[in-house]
């Protein structure tokens, strides 16, 4: 990835430093393109080949390969390929979640926001209650027994690099910062890889997936799908390509003005002093199913070295 990509995947340019401007100029122009536009939008939710793009867009297959080649060259998509039935197939997925450019001058008297972040391996959960169809995988094999709960209290848990169930939830404790760190939160965010569970993989499988924060309902969104037909970026060798590959990057925010997913605005029901962030030594992060879901299409929940996204499970306050 490009170093002006951070690892939260925002892309930042600013006219200030000369080295930035011609991306500044290669970013500007590939977006001066509506069809570029949509082209961005169908990659919001998952992978997809110049085929796909181009009967979902009808647009010709020859232009969307000329549209995806800006793209890529503006550093705003990835571009790999894959094995399939007549060659190789050219995959695009998101590169960037945002794109800022900025046209103002560094002013040295402003600090920068203090940040406080924890990345979580996805076995290293503290309470669960789950049910079947379930298991977890790690990054050289499987672990315990598929389809029965009572591996998920295995030591050997904490090498999880993929944890998958039907319905219920998991919850993980994040250590709330020390005193040392002197940190008044008005910004909490979690971020992790997910998608719907079924048999095999099932692209078109909506599942919904709700959040809660100190136990606090925060938000529900709706998965799309369990997804496969291709090798995630990251998954291991030994996970057979025709089950679950990878997943969605999906981000819950929480601020003063209410709960925001994917930067959009949900609702202002919940905001951060509704955590009460303060009250305890650890901050408690629960995902899963609840039983009156419309869509219980089961959960994957994917670690760094599984999926499309090289990281587990981030909580970061600002």
């Known amino acids: 990835m490009s170093d002006i990509v951070s690892p939260e995947k925002n ?9 930035d401007h011609d991306m500044i100029c290669k970013v500007s122009r590939a977006l001066s393109v509506p069809d570029r536009v949509k082209i961005l939008k169908c990659l919001l939710l998952r992978p997809k080949n110049l ?3 181009s009967q979902e867009l009808d647009i010709p297959l020859s232009s969307v390969s000329r549209h995806v080649d800006a793209l890529a060259e503006a550093q705003l ?11 190789h197939t050219k995959y695009c997925s998101q590169m960037v979640l945002s794109y800022t450019v900025s046209l103002d001058v560094p002013r040295l008297e402003e600090s920068p926001a203090r940040e406080y972040s924890v990345e979580m391996p996805v076995g290293l959960f503290s309470h669960c209650h789950i049910k079947a169809p379930c298991g977890m995988t790690g990054k050289e094999d ?19 690099e993929c944890i998958w169930f039907d319905s219920g939830f998991i919850s993980y404790n994040f250590p709330s910062p020390l005193p040392t760190e002197k940190l008044s939160a008005s910004e909490l965010s979690i971020s992790f890889e997910v998608c719907s569970e079924t048999i095999y993989y099932n692209n078109q499988w909506p599942s919904d997936i709700t959040v809660f924060i100190n136990d606090v309902e925060v938000a529900t969104f709706t998965s799309p799908g369990d997804f ?3 090798r995630g970026k990251f998954t291991p060798e030994h996970w057979p390509v ?12 929480v601020t003063a003005h ?22 305890g030594n650890a901050i408690k992060l629960t995902i899963g199913i609840k039983e009156d879901a419309v869509h219980r299409g089961g959960i994957n929940l994917f670690g760094k070295n599984f999926g ?11």
């Open 11 to 19: 892309l930042f340019l600013s006219v200030n430093n000369e080295r």
């Open 51 to 53: 085929s796909e793009l």
């Open 77 to 87: 998509i990835f571009v790999n390929y894959q094995p399939g039935l007549k060659g």
């Open 142 to 160: 499987k672990i315990g027994a598929f389809d029965d709960p009572r591996t998920f209290f295995l030591p050997e848990r904490i090498e999880a």
């Open 228 to 230: 496969g037909g291709r």
């Open 242 to 253: 025709t089950s679950t590959q990878f997943g969605i990057l999906k981000k819950i925010t």
């Open 258 to 279: 209410g709960v925001f997913i994917d930067n959009c605005y949900v609702h202002d029901h919940v905001k951060i002093h509704d955590l009460r962030l303060a009250d």
């Open 308 to 318: 499309d996204y090289p990281q587990a499970i981030v909580l970061t306050l600002k």
